[in-house]
């Protein structure tokens, strides 16, 4: 209950804060805000003033070098530093006379909310399996799991056994340590990414994107003979449909990958639109007049508490097919192969 | 649409922390965690099946024994039987060697007996042969005395005998 209430305050807050400017609350524009990557921090406002933590900006121009400076030298982009500027949360080049330099290009390397959250998981994540592993090391085979092993244990298994071994067959134990790290660096992601106020650090498509590289690259690594035979010259069609089906198939190489990003990215970013959307109401109807407001509150906050539940739920549902599908798409890569095997057997 | 362009530096990022994240989990979580896992599924499976044969010997030692022990009763009840047999059998034999001691005993003072008697008949045989012959020659003696006095004679000495 408290975690929507606190989501509540943070989006009064801003609302305020919007209204101080325009004097008219946008919720699409505010969902937006909320859900897109920022140069700094921002927790709430009290009034004028806003509480924040400035990020490092990390700027590389192929004309201008290499320049690192703090986020809060923008002043929420109304001055510009060292040559560049803040334009809706998105760095610029400027001239001396603080016009919009398009012949300069700059290459934003930030540690924008999203990476200092992600780097924030990295930590954790690091942290508590190493830890955990510490624990299994110092304890050998003979002592039953305890503590935290054994909230991790089951879900390792878990990958071990409903998602490694049913699509990877006898080769799964070469893939295990990159299914075990997508799964967790997806999952304790999703879940900070859940705490309001944090950023939506999985529902980035950037994250998702770099994901799905790395997945398409493991596939294309796992594939053999078979699989591309199986692309080139699709067996038992005619040679009219072979010649529909070669670029159909050479597609769904690169439609598995981008249907994975899409499918993770859309997934949460739809979960936080829809919280923001039911406490946004509150707002609209709080613009109409004052009691509807507060009358619309108790059924928001109410929708808002269901929606986190099914979001909690999604987290893992989400970590767990990004994971199975890439364990599905790299067993279809060498699948011959083991059919072959199958048959030598 | 910002929501849909992948931001380059979030995406460089991204790669740096993933590829952190899974060189050093690889190295120090899977490794330890996984191993130790299969480390403990085939402890678990050979303590089950160790605990399996166990069973089955146990089993196994269970009949023998249940064997051993009919055999033992069988035999016990084998050496009763012979015993008694045995006993019955010297106690058989004693009663007819004492039969046939006694018998012995029997036929031996008999024997004793029936050669005594016959030694005592010859003796007294002998001794009424010479009484016959004291009385004869006393007769004769008398006979050549006097008629009336041998008859007389005669007459006592017979009733002596009589009187003997």
């Known amino acids: ?345 | 649409m910002q929501l849909l362009m992948p931001a380059l530096g979030f995406f460089f990022w991204t790669l740096v922390a993933f590829i952190i994240v899974f060189l050093i989990l690889k190295k120090f979580a899977w490794k330890p965690i996984l191993t130790t896992l299969s480390a403990r599924e085939k402890n678990i499976a050979d303590s089950i099946a160790t605990a399996e044969r166990v069973k089955n010997e146990m089993a196994q030692m269970k009949s023998e024994n249940e064997a051993l022990m009919a055999q033992a009763r069988e035999e016990r009840s084998a050496l009763l039987k012979e015993a008694r047999e045995a006993k019955d059998r010297i106690v058989h034999e004693a009663k007819e060697q004492a039969k046939a001691e006694a018998a012995k005993i029997v036929a031996d003072a008999q024997a004793v007996i029936n050669q005594q008697k016959m030694a005592t008949l010859v003796e007294l045989k002998n001794q009424v042969g010479v009484l016959v012959l004291d009385v004869a020659e006393k007769v004769l003696r008398k006979e050549l005395g006097n008629k009336p006095e041998q008859e007389q004679y005669i007459q006592q000495l017979a009733n002596d005998i009589k009187l003997n």
């Open chain 1, 1 to 345: 209950m408290a975690q929507p209430k606190e989501h509540e305050t943070h989006e009064q807050a801003n609302a305020d804060h919007k209204e101080g400017h325009s004097e008219k609350f946008n919720a699409g524009e505010s969902i937006l805000h909320h859900i897109a990557d920022s140069h700094e921090f921002h927790f709430f406002t009290l009034g004028e003033k806003h509480f924040t933590m400035p990020l490092p900006v990390i700027v590389y121009s192929p004309q201008r070098g290499l320049s690192m400076f703090s986020s809060s030298k923008f002043e929420e982009g109304e001055v510009a530093y060292e040559g560049y500027k803040l334009e809706h949360d998105k760095i610029v080049a400027v001239d001396a006379s603080g016009n919009v330099d398009e012949s300069v290009k700059a290459y934003d390397f930030s540690i924008t909310k999203n990476v200092f959250q992600m780097l924030l998981a990295v930590i954790l994540l690091i942290w508590i399996m190493t830890s955990i592993a510490k624990k299994y090391k110092a304890q050998g085979h003979n002592v039953a799991p305890s503590g935290f092993q054994n909230a991790v244990e089951p879900v390792i298994t878990f990958v071990r056994d409903d998602v490694a071994k049913p699509n990877l067959g006898h080769k799964y134990e070469k893939y295990m340590p990159y299914l075990l790290t997508v799964f967790f660096f997806i999952l304790i992601n999703n879940i900070i990414g859940l705490i309001p106020g944090s950023a939506n650090v999985t529902g980035n498509i950037a994250f998702t994107a770099l994901l799905a590289v790395i997945s398409f690259i493991v596939i294309m690594i796992s594939t053999n003979g078979h699989f591309w035979g199986h692309i080139f010259w699709p067996p038992g069609v005619p040679f009219l449909v072979k010649l529909i089906l070669i670029p159909v198939e050479l597609l769904s190489i690169f439609i598995k990958p981008a249907a994975l990003m899409i499918r993770l990215f859309a997934n949460m970013t739809a979960g936080h639109i829809v919280i923001l959307s039911f406490v946004s109401l509150i707002f609209i109807f709080g613009q109409m007049a004052t009691v509807a407001g507060w009358g619309f509150t108790p059924v928001s906050i109410a929708f808002s508490v269901f929606i986190y539940f099914i979001e909690i739920l999604v987290a893992f549902i989400q970590a767990f097919i990004f994971t199975n599908l890439t364990a599905v798409f790299i067993g279809q890569a060498f699948e011959g192969e083991h059919h072959d095997e199958a048959h030598a057997h």
